[in-house]
């Protein structure tokens, strides 16, 4: 089996709107969840959940990284 000496990956990147609710973390699951779902038959590589302080507490947001059949 040959390895690639490198690839690349699709990604998107969605947060909560800011302010009050900002630091709900099912809100952004949904969110990620429906987008992936409408990506339809993807690959899913890797998500990151990353939080950043804020006055109405950590401010979520998500990246995904995919493929897509097709992709190289």
């Not at 809100?27 to 990353?50: N, T």
Request: hydrophobic letters at 35%.
């Amino acid at each position: 089996m040959d390895i690639p000496a490198h690839w690349t990956a699709r990604h998107f990147s969605q947060a909560n709107p800011g302010g009050p609710g900002c630091d709900s973390m099912p809100a952004l699951l949904r969110r990620l969840a429906d987008s992936i779902e409408a990506l339809g038959p993807a690959e899913i590589q890797h998500v990151v959940i990353e939080s950043e302080p804020t006055e109405h507490g950590p401010w979520r947001s998500g990246t995904v990284y995919f493929h897509l059949p097709g992709d190289e």
